[in-house]
């Protein structure tokens, strides 16, 4: 098996030159986008198909009011259970959960690698909750706060800020039953190896509620949407904005920078998935933690040095959410941009973090859910809230007019300017010296974040095609190729693609949670009984 990785790298590496090549025939970074652009923008239309007389986007209702729904019906857990919720990460309730429970499951590495939000084995049986929700914050912490955050805003203005909030105060209740069920429905191989997520809770519990033929159908229209997922939101993505940033900082002026950035990003990409070298992600996963911390320390200190500034900034962004101004679209404008980048972020609603959350080792899947709960509450509440506030700031100055955005960027000083180039010359702005630091941040995000979001994607394609090489090849082989079509094409585009993947993931994984609700209310009550509390 390790030989044949070896040899599927060195082709891939001879397969470089000869795709340069043909780029450099047909123009590199604007052919590729005149070609991706087209279908970026048709799966777009359709993901964003807008109810008739309304001008809101199907999903956007259905994201909200699955949400709202079971906010109200698990009596707002993500309020009254986050005491809860803070206590089991703490570990407050561990023994309990090692000695006794229905749901005991042995869980190994995935071809030698532990997904961001594993808890796996350790000598005394398994690490802590709080390692575990630690780990997958830190993998949390991305793009999705440094670009995300400045494409909502730049479009949608700071009213968009608001919407980001409550979008993540609501899928705080959607990611706890989605992960609880990943945890319920999950399948364990005779190796310990496990397989989960929205595939097997939408097949096998659809299946006990007697829908068998829909939770087939679900779960394989999911699994098409995951692995497109993978492809724009966890990779094109993320490679198009670490291609922007390092071009913006290099000075180099389009042409083929994009491609060429590209092919060395997937390079370092398919030696990690592809030819098992594991030292790479061994290392990112060591400082993506501290790149995070010192991402939030640097936004601590902009809106300290702001701190008078603080109460005109959040005034502001009360009345744009509810009051903007026809050049940020209107009302529904500005909350459906807050909606796209906050599921963007926290992927609340898409189902792809129970994919990861259903490698835990633990004896209750409840329990799991509401360490999961936590995670847009810090993503998307308080750090999205945090970078929104160092892009307001700079914008007092007057650097930019909200709503005067082409192809996702707004123009500062003559320089078209927009995601994680908009972040950093915010950040600039106070401490001349962070873009050089976030730079770095961004390249080892979007490394660590590629990484993860292939094994989301290719547990989705192994559930479509079997779990055989010819199929775990031949997925990491295309991943790699987005990887170098995501930092050639625009980023309208990219990020265009990106959404529609990641909001289409929705519809199928919300009708799988509104049939199997009650299922998580089960688990739950057994786990509120095993801790000795009310429900």
Same mark, same amino acid.
């Given at each position: ?97 090692k000695h006794s429970g229905p749901d005991k499951a042995l869980v190994n590495q995935l071809d030698g690698d532990l997904v961001d939000t594993i808890r796996d084995e350790s000598a005394d049986g398994e690490v802590s909750h709080f390692q575990a929700l630690a780990t997958a914050v830190s993998g949390t912490v991305g793009l999705g706060n440094i670009a995300g955050v400045a494409i909502a805003i730049s479009i949608g203005g ?73 492809? &724009?939101?966890?990779? $094109? %993505?993320? =490679? #198009?904005? +670490?291609? !922007?940033?390092?071009? /913006? ?88 941009? &807050?909606?796209?980048? $906050? %599921?963007? =972020? #926290?992927? +609340?609603? !898409?189902?792809?973090? /129970? ?104 547990? /989705? ?75």
């Amino acid at each position: 098996m390790k030989l044949f990785q070896r040899i599927s790298a060195v082709l891939l590496l001879f397969m470089v030159p000869m795709l340069a090549k043909a780029q450099e025939a047909i123009g590199l970074d604007q052919k590729i986008d005149q070609a991706f652009a087209p279908f970026a923008n048709f799966c777009l239309d359709v993901v964003l198909w807008q109810v008739p007389g309304t001008g809101i986007p199907l999903i956007i209702f259905v994201l909200v009011l699955g949400a709202l729904f079971f906010t109200i019906f698990f009596k707002f857990p993500n309020l009254l259970k986050f005491g809860l919720a803070i206590n089991v990460v703490r570990g407050k309730y561990d023994d309990i959960e090692k000695h006794s429970g229905p749901d005991k499951a042995l869980v190994n590495q995935l071809d030698g690698d532990l997904v961001d939000t594993i808890r796996d084995e350790s000598a005394d049986g398994e690490v802590s909750h709080f390692q575990a929700l630690a780990t997958a914050v830190s993998g949390t912490v991305g793009l999705g706060n440094i670009a995300g955050v400045a494409i909502a805003i730049s479009i949608g203005g700071p009213g968009a800020t608001f919407w980001m909030i409550v979008c993540g105060l609501l899928g705080m209740s959607t990611k706890f039953v989605e992960c609880t069920l990943g945890v319920k429905y999950r399948d364990v191989d005779a190796d310990g190896t496990v397989h989960g997520g929205p595939m097997y809770y939408l097949s096998k519990g659809l299946k006990e509620r007697g829908y068998t033929g829909l939770g087939k159908v679900l779960a394989v229209l999911f699994a098409i949407l995951c692995i497109g997922g993978s492809f &724009g939101g966890g990779n $094109a %993505a993320q =490679s #198009n904005q +670490a291609a !922007a940033q390092l071009s /913006s900082l290099l000075g180099l002026e389009g042409g083929s920078s994009g491609f060429w950035i590209g092919i060395v990003l997937a390079i370092i990409v398919a030696i990690v998935i592809i030819g098992g070298i594991k030292r790479i992600a061994s290392v990112t996963e060591k400082l993506v933690p501290l790149m995070a911390v010192i991402y939030i320390l640097a936004c601590v200190v902009v809106i300290a040095l702001n701190f008078s500034y603080i109460d005109d900034a959040i005034g502001l962004i009360i009345s744009q959410a509810f009051a903007p101004t026809a050049a940020v679209g209107g009302f529904f404008g500005v909350l459906i941009q &807050g909606f796209r980048r $906050a %599921a963007f =972020s #926290n992927e +609340a609603g !898409a189902g792809s973090a /129970s994919i990861a959350h259903a490698a835990v080792k633990t004896n209750y899947a409840a329990s799991e859910g509401l360490v999961a709960l936590l995670e847009p509450f810090i993503d998307t509440v308080v750090i999205c809230t945090m970078t929104a506030l160092v892009i307001i700031f700079y914008n007092s100055g007057g650097y930019f007019e909200y709503g005067s955005v082409v192809n996702d960027s707004v123009t500062i000083g003559g320089q078209a300017m927009g995601g994680a180039e908009l972040t950093s010359a915010a950040f600039g702005s106070v401490i001349p010296w962070f873009p050089y630091v976030l730079t770095i941040a961004i390249v080892l995000f979007a490394i660590s974040t590629m990484i993860s979001w292939s094994y989301y994607g290719l547990q /989705s394609w192994m559930y479509l095609f079997g779990k055989s090489k010819a199929a775990d090849l031949s997925y990491k082989v295309l991943f790699c190729i987005f990887v170098v079509i995501g930092a050639a094409a625009n980023m309208s585009s990219v990020w265009g693609f990106s959404d529609a993947m990641i909001l289409g993931m929705v519809f199928p994984n919300m009708v799988g949670l509104f049939i199997l609700f009650p299922v998580v209310k089960e688990e739950l009550a057994k786990y509120l009984k095993a801790i000795g509390k009310k429900a």
